[in-house]
Structure formats: structure tokens, C-alpha cells
């Protein structure tokens, strides 16, 4: 598949009319003073929409203070520098369910005295990564934070629901690839996509990311060929199945068919091989699987 040259990249990447329409909100409510929150797995870019609103705000990063609480830290002292940076005052907040109970009160008091303050602006994110959601629901310290703090709402999707938009993503990153590396690829076998399609990124957008940017530093040449790529870049996260009960066996029997011929690059004899089946028998479980465009 060839590529065209685009207009760059650490662009939005919004061509579906969903994610659009909440970039565009997005873009909205940045003009808004409520703490907005932004939620999503790992690797969807919640911190680069965050970035995005303020780039549209005029905020510098000089000017925002990050609240992570996956580090230890003083919360007192941090919120005391906020004095250093008024009249517009930033906070970034994230893995806020790994902050204490005194932290979660003192951020909570702080909120309630400065959001009514006239002489200071203050704007105010925060991200939710989805694996912390059940400790939002669950535990009452954090869900009296969560309805307090959840004014603007927004959810991204993850690489799985915009598949679609998986051409757009590898092109984006390709470009971005091209200019880091100092490589020419402009295009890539659609073998590609059919392996990308079929694999499950845990980390979403950044592995997506990582990958291309790793198939293009072992690459030569302006054609990104399916077949030179070493076997070990198509181990692990082939399946989305974890062993658990409740699934049938024919289901499990697909996803390791699917697997072995993605960790083969499509070639039956050698799949049929790790499978322990002939390549016949292999044959006819492609067309009861409907797997044969892995072929």
C-alpha cells in the first residue's frame, strides 16, 4: 500500500464522525472553568487531549501543575505553587485512586475554596485510566470525589472500536517514523493490516506507535516488505481469549489457529506444524473459522 505525504503528525486524529464530534466538544467545554475529566484505557491519549485543550487555552507548561499520584509526593507543598502561578492557574490531576484519604480531603478542600475565588482563574483536568473505575464505584472516599469532580465527562475509545481508522493511525506514524529515523518507506504490504487487525494492542495508540516505529528502524529500502520482519515481532497479545470458564472450546481452538498463522506470517505448513494437525485439517478449520484471509 502506498503512502502519501501528509501534513505532518501530533495532530488529532478524528476522521470518524464520533471521535469527531468529541474532539469538538472537547474543543468547547475548553473555553469552560468546571474540571473537565477525560477517561480511557491505557494508550488511547488522554494526556495529549489534555494537551490539545491547552494549546487552545494558551497555557504553557511552565503554568501547570501535575498532580500524579503514582508518585510519592507532597500534596501540601504542590498545591502551594499554585500561589506562584496565578492569575491562571492549571491542575492536572492522574492516578488519583492511588492518593490517601488525607490527600483526597485536603485536594477536595482546596477545590471548594479556590473554584469561588474572582481574583484567579483556575482550570482543572483529570484523567481516569479505565482499570480504576471499579475503585470509583466501589469505595465511597473516591466516589464523593468522583461526583464532585466529573463536571465534563468524556470517554475515548480504544484502537479495537476505531479499526477503521487503522490506515490513518499507521500512515500518521509512519510519517512521524520516517522523520525520527531518517527512513523513506512509502508503503507497506497489506499483509500489514491484516496481522495489525487481528492483534490485540493492550496499550492501544502508543503500541501501535512502538511497533511501527520498531518495524521501520529494522527496515532498509522504501517498501516496508510482511516477510522480512523477524517472527518475534508477531509474539504475544495475538489472542484476546485469557483462560477462563464460560468459553467454548472451538473458540479457544480459533484463536490459537489464528495465532500460529499470524506468528507465521500466513504460511499453513509451518502453522499446521505448531499446531500438531495436517495442513489439510488446517485447511478446513480456515474455512469453518472464516480465517482464511490470514492465509
Known amino acids: ?52 485543550s491547552l494549546e487552545k487555552r494558551n497555557i504553557s507548561e511552565s503554568s501547570v501543575l501535575r498532580l500524579d499520584f503514582s508518585f510519592p509526593s507532597s500534596l501540601e507543598e504542590k498545591l502551594g505553587k499554585l500561589k ?45 485510566h479505565s482499570e480504576e473505575m471499579d475503585t470509583f464505584t466501589q469505595k465511597s472516599m473516591y466516589s464523593e470525589f468522583y461526583e464532585q469532580f466529573k463536571s465534563f465527562r468524556f470517554e475515548l ?75 518475534h515481532f508477531f509474539e504475544n497479545s495475538l489472542s484476546e481469549l485469557d483462560i477462563q470458564p464460560g468459553i467454548s472450546l472451538e473458540q479457544y481452538e480459533k484463536e490459537i489457529i489464528k495465532a500460529n498463522l499470524i506468528y507465521t506470517k500466513g504460511n499453513r505448513e509451518k502453522a499446521a506444524k505448531l499446531l500438531g494437525i495436517s495442513e489439510r485439517n488446517l485447511y478446513r478449520k480456515l474455512h469453518e473459522f472464516h480465517l482464511e484471509d490470514l492465509s
Do not use: C
Not at 464522525?17 to 475548553?30: A, G, L, T
Not at 485512586?97 to 469561588?116: R, V
Open 1 to 52: 500500500m502506498s503512502l502519501k505525504k501528509g501534513n505532518g503528525f501530533q495532530e488529532w486524529i478524528t476522521k470518524g464522525s464520533d471521535i469527531e464530534k468529541i474532539k469538538n466538544q472537547w474543543i468547547e467545554i475548553s473555553n469552560s472553568s468546571l474540571p473537565i475529566l477525560i477517561v480511557g484505557e491505557r494508550g488511547v491519549g488522554k494526556s495529549f487531549w489534555i494537551q490539545k
Open 84 to 128: 506562584l502561578i496565578k492569575p491562571n492557574q492549571t491542575v492536572v490531576i492522574d492516578w488519583i485512586t492511588n492518593a490517601s484519604k488525607e490527600e483526597m480531603i485536603s485536594l477536595q478542600q482546596w477545590w471548594k475554596t479556590e473554584k469561588y475565588n474572582e481574583k484567579s482563574k483556575l482550570y482543572l483536568y483529570w484523567e481516569i
Open 157 to 231: 475509545p480504544n484502537l479495537k472500536k476505531r479499526i477503521s481508522d487503522l490506515p490513518i493511525f499507521v500512515h500518521s506514524f509512519l510519517e512521524e517514523a520516517n522523520q525520527s529515523l531518517n527512513k523513506k518507506i512509502t508503503s507497506l504490504d497489506e499483509d500489514f493490516y491484516i496481522f495489525l487487525k487481528n492483534k490485540i494492542f493492550s496499550r492501544n495508540y502508543t503500541e501501535l506507535k512502538d511497533l511501527i516505529f520498531a518495524l521501520v528502524g529494522f527496515s532498509s529500502g522504501k517498501h516496508l516488505h510482511w516477510k522480512q520482519i523477524p517472527s
